[in-house]
């Protein structure tokens, strides 16, 4: 099940984001698939590949390499986010985490 939630706040909660998934991820390729602007709104559809090297979604480290595509929406406003909702398939990512 995918889930629709809000995420950044700023560029401070993005930066932190990224971060966060950088430490459960390291050397986390990020390809950017599709980028559209209009006005202050930036739409992103990204895929994402890693392995699992810290705690994420409650699970250990498994070293599991993972690949899922994510959204993620920002409203930029003087070059700066001010806000952004996220659209992860957190159920298939759990799902690679634990796959036997």
């Excluded at 559809?45 to 699970?59: K, L, P, Y």
Aim: hydrophobic content about 40%.
């Amino acid at each position: 099940m995918y889930r629709w939630q809000p995420s950044a706040r700023s560029n401070a909660d993005a930066v932190a984001i990224l971060k966060m998934v950088r430490e459960q991820f390291p050397g986390m390729k990020v390809t950017i698939l599709d980028l559209f602007a209009e006005g202050e709104m930036v739409a992103t559809r990204i895929r994402f590949e890693g392995t699992h090297s810290a705690m994420c979604q409650g699970v250990a480290a498994s070293g599991r390499h993972i690949t899922f595509e994510a959204l993620e929406n920002f409203r930029v406003t003087d070059g700066k986010i001010v806000e952004s909702w996220g659209y992860w398939p957190d159920d298939d990512i759990h799902r690679q985490l634990t796959a036997e």
